[in-house]
């Protein structure tokens, strides 16, 4: 199981870290902590040095009820700050957080290697046409609604199938725009109640597509820290606590906020399958 981001393959057969970096006030954990070219590029560099093989950048934050933000500004987050990390770190694998088209191509353009689009192409009618353009690995995320009204879009009969219709659907989409490498984001916490979060992530191995790769994201989210009533800063040890579940339950790609953490839960589980 592979992935081509810009000409250099990427073996999934040993599960891989993905770190976060937001470029947004308002996100729900570290809103605000990377908004100087300096304070970046020392954060790119501990994850890269943590053993990140991919950074995921967002300059739209996708937490409940999030504010808007225009095209212009997301580009102006984003674009510089991709150019700015490979001049640093030419070798960077960049993922962009996105689901707007114009940011996907922008940002491709100036060096990303992966598209992550938390709508899967619902939110932009030409994303997937442009991502096929670009031939650029896709994550496509569940999710009902925007993140102004995904809360109020719980309403399952059945949550996981629910999650598979969706997916089968979307991925034959896309695959008719001709796009070759997928990985699928089951959407912890996006138009999900707690409950229905666990449920997910105990059945996590039925979202297991004709052998696309899975990526979760669960790092401090609030089925962890609602859960045991604290708080995103005090969520680390449920956030290794999943994710060694997630693995175990074939998970590829980690999109976490803390990467030293997360490559060791990935050396022990890999010792467990040894």
Known sequence: M?????????DLSKPKVMGILNLTPDSFYDGGSYSEEVTILSRVKTMLEEGASFI???GYSSRPNADDVSLDEELQRVVPTIEAILKEFPETLISIDTFRSKVAKEAINAGASLVNDISAGHLDNAMLMTVAQLKAPY???HMRGTPQTMQQQTDYDNVLKA?????????AK???FGIADLIIDPGFGF???IEQNFELLNELDVLKFAGLPLLVGLSRKSMIYKSLNSSAKEALNGTSVLNTIALQKGANI????DVKEAMECI????LLNC
């Open 56 to 58: 995921d950048i967002g």
């Open 163 to 171: 999650i598979n219709f969706y997916f089968s659907e979307r991925i």
């Open 2 to 10: 592979t992935l081509n981001c810009n000409g250099k393959l990427v």
């Open 139 to 141: 994550i496509m995320m």
């Open 191 to 193: 138009a999900k109640t």
């Open 174 to 176: 896309a695959r008719d």
């Open 254 to 257: 980690l999109r976490v906020h």
């Open 267 to 270: 050396k022990l589980v890999g």
